[in-house]
């Protein structure tokens, strides 16, 4: 990507992220960037453009979970949910820009265009899969039910990004920093099992010294590509 590209797209995340879309300036934006405002037709049309390409690249460094749509069809759907848990965990472990949480946190607090394209491209993908997997173990639950078992999955994962500040500030930032992505995971599939009644969750096994504690198998994650999670009929 051209340097000027990404200057530009830094200045606008940290830019929109303070004053939104409508509150925006592309002289402002520019000048922080050291660009001139043709740069921003050259490379993203206009100021609606610049903003939905800043809003999905906040959105994949703050969230950085990209989901297939289909796990391996003789996988039982206990250990589709395992993996799952296990992957978007160390996925949302990794560090991320403040000014991406707050870009982020903005719009899909008041849904736009850009919410719609980050929902449709990355969340509504996962979102089907874990609803797909949840299908499998409870066929006989009603959608209501299966919306919010998957909402108290999402959310227990959620938490630990959304309000790390916050949780820094009651408890400290060695106390949360020691909470490695691998032990978040174990927590919640051990909870969510146990909630379930699908019995003790599993530990993950490989050190993982770069994060400070352990990350999911090795057959879960293939290097930074996600692996072939499959539910088979996700929606």
């Known amino acids: 990507?051209?340097?000027?590209?990404?200057?530009?797209?830094?200045?606008?995340?940290?830019?929109?992220?303070?004053?939104?879309?409508?509150?925006?300036?592309?002289r402002t934006i520019c000048l922080a960037a050291g660009v001139n405002l043709a740069s921003v037709k050259y490379y993203f049309g206009d100021k609606?453009?610049?903003?939905?390409?800043?809003?999905?690249?906040?959105?994949?460094?703050?969230?950085?979970?990209?989901?297939?749509?289909?796990?391996?069809h003789e996988a039982p759907p206990v250990d589709q949910l395992?993996?799952?848990?296990?992957?978007?965990?160390?996925?949302?472990?990794?560090?991320a820009r403040p000014s991406a949480m707050k870009l982020r946190m903005r719009e899909m607090a008041d849904p736009g265009k850009a919410a719609h394209i980050v929902v449709q491209e990355f969340i509504q993908p996962m979102a089907f899969a874990l609803r797909g997997i949840l299908r499998q173990l409870m066929p006989g639950a009603d959608e209501s039910r299966l919306l919010m078992i998957g909402f108290s999955v999402i959310g227990q994962i959620l938490y630990y990004r959304q309000n790390r500040p916050i949780s820094e500030l009651i408890f400290g930032k060695p106390a949360i920093d020691a909470l490695s992505s691998a032990m978040v995971a174990d927590h919640v599939v051990k909870f969510t099992f146990g909630a379930l009644g699908l019995g003790e969750g599993y530990e993950c096994k490989n050190d993982d010294p770069k994060?400070?504690?352990r990350r999911p198998p090795a057959d879960l994650l293939q290097g930074d590509a996600v692996p072939p999670l499959s539910i088979g009929g996700s929606q």
């Open 82 to 95: 395992r993996a799952f848990i296990q992957i978007v965990a160390y996925r949302m472990h990794a560090p």
């Open 1 to 26: 990507m051209p340097e000027a590209k990404i200057r530009l797209q830094e200045a606008a995340e940290d830019h929109f992220g303070d004053h939104g879309f409508a509150g925006a300036s592309l």
């Open 48 to 72: 609606e453009g610049l903003y939905i390409a800043t809003v999905k690249h906040a959105h994949q460094c703050s969230a950085a979970v990209e989901m297939a749509t289909e796990f391996p």
């Open 211 to 213: 994060a400070g504690g």
